[in-house]
C-alpha cells in the first residue's frame, strides 16, 4: 500500500508515501470516495507538492517544516522514511497515521502522527530526536497541510485588552502571512484559528481550511503560498534561538495542531473544531455564575458579599466566585501577588463564613488565583528574589506591577502547588479562576529562553491540582481572552472571554471567539447598566440576551441594582436555563447577514433552535432585510415563537405576535420580515419541530 487515507464526516486526507522521503498529503478536503488513494497516485503531478515536513531537499523554498541546526557541523535533512507509516484507519470513522523516518548524515529522526476524529478535525504533531553525540539547536518545528490555489483568501484575528478577536481579511498571494506571538502567553491578539478559504467564503458558504495550535506560549501560525503556485497553511510553538538545544537521545515534541476543513464555510469549520472538543472532555452542566470583580474589585467587605450573594440566589445564579483581594496584602494591585493565604485582617477567621452562606443558599464557591505571578511587594518575592523568572540579577520591566514566577523551578512549582492544593482542600472550591495578567518579558531559565519550560510547567500544575480535586473546575483566565487555546481548554473548563462586559463590543468579540471556543466554555457576564470599561450604557435586556448565548453569568453589582432589574435578570437566567441544553450542546449558527448594522446568530439541535436578532446600531434601510435562519432541516416544519421579555420600543411583525408554523426551508430561504428594532436591542427567536 502506498497511500493511507483517513476519511470522517465528509473529509478526507490523502497521504502518498510512494516515495523514499516523506509522505506527501495530496489532498486534504472534501471527501473522495473509496478510490482516493488509487486514483490520485496514478495522477502524480509534474512539480510535485511538498511532503509532511518541508525542506530544500523537497523542493521547498519556503519557511521549512524543521529549523535548527549545529554550529560548524551543518547538514541539510533529508529524510528516509522507516518503511511504511503504521496507519489505523476506518473509512468515513477517522483514524492515524504514525510515520517514522531519519537522516543518519544529519543525525535526526523524526515521528510524524497525523489523527484524525470522527468529526474530520485533523491533528498532527511531530517529534524529532538527536541520534548524534554533539548538541543539536532546534529554532522550529511546525505541521502543515498543503492548500490549493483556490484558497485565495485569509482570514485571522487580532485584538487587545477588552476587545478580542478582532477579525481581519486580505488576499492570500504569493508570500507568507504569519501570526506570531512572543509575549510567553497566548495573547489578546492571538488569531486562535488561521483560515484560508475560496474568494468571499462565509459563515455559510465557501470552502475553509483552518489552523489552529493548542499551545499557550510562544507560537506562530502562517499560510505561505511559493511561485512554484504550492501553499501551505501551518502552525506550531516559536522557539526563540537556544531554547531547545537537544542532547544526544533528546527529543522535542510539538504541541497537538489542529487542521479542520468544511466545503460550507466557517460555521461547519467551527462545529467541528467544537464537536472535537466536546467528545475530548464533556462537561456538566454549566451553573450561571456570580463574578464578584465589577461588584466589589479589591473592597471586600463580608455584609456586601453575603449581601450579594442573597441576590444573586434570588436571581437563580448557581455558582459564587470570589474575585482578586481575599489574599494577603491584597488591597490595590500593586501588593501581595504570590501569597496564597487568606488575608486575615480583611477576612477573620478565614473565609468559612462567605462560603458557608453561599453554599447554604445552594451555591458553588470559587476563587480567585493568579498563581504564576508575584508583585515585588509581596513576602514571597522578599523571600525568594530569585524566583523570579528573568536573568538573575536583572529582572524584566514590571507590567501591572508584576512579575512572573519562574515555575519550572522545582521549589516554585512545589510551593505554588502546595497552596493551590490546600487552599481547594480547605474551603473544598468548585471552581478557580486562574488568571495571568501580564505578557512574559524577557524570560530566561537555567540561561535559555523560558517561555517552552514555563508552559509546560504551568500544565503540569494545572495537570496535578486536577489529579487530586478530580470535581474542581477551571476558568482560563488572563486579563480576559488572552489565555484561550487548546492546549489550556484540554484541561480546563471555560476561558473568561473578555473583561469588557460591554454587550455591543461583546457580540464581535464572542461571535469570533466561538469560531474556536464553544459557548459552553466561553464565559459570558451580564454586567453593570454602564460597562465599567468602555462606559457605555445599555438596557439589561441587551446585556442578557448578549451573555444568554455563552456560559451565562453576571459581573455587576446586584445589591445597588433596583428590584425591577434584578426581577428581570431572574427572567433572564431562567430563561438561558431552559434553554442550556440547547445551548451548550447545539450547533453555533450565523447568519451571511447582508445588513452591517444586524446580526443574526443561534444555536440549532435536532428539532430545536434558538437564533438571536441583533440589532446593534441603527439601521439605514426602513424595511430591514429578511432574517434568514439557517441550520434547520428544510424538509421539516418548526413553530416560531419568541421567547424572553420583548425589546422595549420594537416594532414587530405579525409573526412575532403568535406561534407560527412554517417548513425550515422557507425559514431558511425567503426568513422572516424584518423586525425594527431600536440600536441595541435584541429579539430572540425559537423554533421547534412539530
Ligand atoms: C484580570 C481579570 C479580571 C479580574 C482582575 C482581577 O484583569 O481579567 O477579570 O479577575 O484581573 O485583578
Redesign the pocket.
Known amino acids: 500500500m502506498s497511500h493511507t487515507v483517513l476519511s470522517a464526516a465528509g473529509t478526507c486526507l490523502v497521504l502518498d508515501h510512494t516515495g523514499p522521503g516523506l509522505p506527501v498529503v495530496r489532498h486534504f478536503g472534501a471527501a473522495l470516495g473509496p478510490d482516493a488513494g488509487p486514483a490520485l497516485e496514478s495522477l502524480t503531478p509534474l512539480v510535485p507538492p511538498p511532503p509532511l515536513l518541508a525542506g530544500q531537499g523537497d523542493g521547498w523554498f519556503g519557511r521549512p517544516g524543521l529549523a535548527g541546526g549545529r554550529p560548524g557541523d551543518h547538514w541539510p535533512v533529508r529524510w528516509t522514511v522507516d518503511g511504511e507509516p503504521a496507519a489505523e484507519a476506518e473509512p468515513g470513522r477517522g483514524g492515524r497515521v504514525t510515520v517514522t523516518a531519519a537522516d543518519e548524515r544529519a543525525g535526526l529522526r523524526l515521528v510524524s502522527e497525523l489523527v484524525m476524529d470522527p468529526h474530520g478535525v485533523l491533528t498532527a504533531r511531530h517529534t524529532v530526536t538527536n541520534t548524534h553525540a554533539g548538541p543539536y539547536r532546534l529554532d522550529g518545528l511546525t505541521c502543515a497541510v498543503p492548500l490549493p490555489a483556490r484558497a485565495a483568501e485569509l482570514l485571522d484575528l487580532t485584538g487587545r485588552w477588552a476587545l478580542e478577536k478582532v477579525p481581519q481579511r486580505r488576499a492570500f498571494g504569493h508570500g507568507t502571512w504569519a501570526r506570531e506571538s512572543r509575549r510567553g502567553r497566548t495573547g489578546h491578539d492571538a488569531t486562535g484559528l488561521l483560515v484560508a478559504g475560496t474568494t468571499g467564503f462565509g459563515f455559510r458558504h465557501g470552502e475553509v481550511w483552518g489552523v489552529h495550535a493548542a499551545w499557550s506560549g510562544g507560537h506562530t501560525h502562517h499560510a505561505e503560498r511559493v511561485a512554484e503556485g504550492h501553499a501551505l497553511l501551518a502552525a506550531g510553538e516559536l522557539l526563540e534561538p537556544g531554547e531547545i538545544t537537544l542532547g544526544e537521545g533528546e527529543s522535542y515534541r510539538t504541541p497537538w495542531v489542529y487542521f479542520a476543513w468544511s466545503g460550507t464555510g466557517l460555521d461547519d469549520l467551527g462545529g467541528r473544531l467544537h464537536d472535537h472538543l466536546r467528545a475530548a472532555r464533556p462537561l456538566p452542566a454549566r451553573p450561571v455564575t456570580l463574578?464578584t470583580?465589577e461588584a466589589a474589585y479589591f473592597d471586600h467587605d463580608l455584609g456586601h458579599l453575603t449581601r450579594l450573594a442573597d441576590q444573586a440566589a434570588a436571581a437563580g445564579i448557581e455558582r459564587f466566585v470570589l474575585?482578586?483581594?481575599w489574599f494577603r496584602g491584597r488591597r490595590h494591585?500593586r501588593a501581595g501577588l504570590g501569597d496564597w493565604y487568606v488575608d486575615e485582617t480583611v477576612w477573620p477567621g478565614g473565609l468559612h463564613r462567605l462560603a458557608g452562606h453561599v453554599r447554604g443558599l445552594g451555591m458553588e464557591f470559587g476563587l480567585?488565583f493568579?498563581p504564576e505571578m508575584v508583585n515585588p511587594d509581596s513576602d514571597l518575592a522578599r523571600a525568594h528574589p530569585d524566583w523570579i523568572l528573568g536573568r538573575d540579577g536583572r529582572p524584566p520591566g514590571l507590567q501591572r506591577n508584576q512579575h512572573t514566577l519562574d515555575l519550572a523551578r522545582p521549589e516554585v512549582h512545589a510551593y505554588l502547588l502546595e497552596r493551590l492544593d490546600t487552599l481547594v482542600g480547605e474551603y473544598a472550591l468548585d471552581y478557580i479562576?486562574w488568571?495571568h495578567?501580564r505578557d512574559i518579558a524577557e524570560p530566561v531559565h537555567d540561561g535559555v529562553p523560558g517561555v517552552h519550560r514555563q508552559t509546560l510547567a504551568a500544565y503540569r500544575l494545572i495537570d496535578e491540582l486536577r489529579r487530586r480535586h478530580p470535581a474542581l473546575e477551571i476558568e482560563s483566565?488572563?486579563?480576559?481572552g488572552a489565555r484561550a487555546d487548546y492546549g489550556i481548554l484540554a484541561r480546563t473548563d471555560r476561558v473568561?472571554t473578555s473583561?469588557s462586559n460591554d454587550a455591543i463590543d461583546r457580540q464581535a468579540i464572542q461571535r469570533w471567539t466561538g469560531l474556536l471556543v464553544p459557548p459552553e466554555r466561553m464565559g459570558c457576564h451580564v454586567g453593570a447598566p454602564a460597562d465599567h470599561i468602555t462606559g457605555r450604557a445599555l438596557p439589561l435586556a441587551f446585556r442578557a440576551a448578549t451573555a444568554l448565548f455563552g456560559h451565562m453569568g453576571v459581573e455587576w453589582d446586584l445589591t445597588a441594582a433596583t428590584q425591577e432589574e434584578r426581577d428581570e435578570l431572574a427572567v433572564w437566567i431562567a430563561l438561558h436555563k431552559r434553554l442550556r441544553p440547547l445551548l451548550h450542546t447545539g450547533r453555533v449558527v450565523r447568519a451571511d447577514h447582508p445588513d452591517p448594522s444586524a446580526l443574526v446568530h443561534g444555536v440549532t439541535a435536532s428539532g430545536h433552535a434558538v437564533y438571536a436578532y441583533v440589532q446593534l446600531t441603527s439601521r439605514v434601510a426602513a424595511a430591514g432585510d429578511p432574517v434568514r435562519l439557517p441550520g434547520l432541516d428544510p424538509a421539516a416544519r418548526y413553530e416560531v415563537t419568541v421567547p424572553g421579555p420583548l425589546p422595549e420600543g420594537a416594532a414587530l411583525p405579525r409573526w412575532a405576535a403568535a406561534p407560527l408554523r412554517l417548513p425550515g426551508v422557507v425559514l431558511a430561504e425567503a426568513g422572516l420580515p424584518a423586525p425594527a428594532l431600536r440600536p441595541a436591542s435584541v429579539l430572540l427567536i425559537e423554533v421547534t419541530r412539530v
Request: charged share 40%; proline share 0%; hydrophobic share 20%.
Open positions: 463574578n470583580w474575585d482578586d483581594g494591585d480567585w493568579e479562576k488568571d495578567n483566565c488572563s486579563s480576559g473568561w473583561d
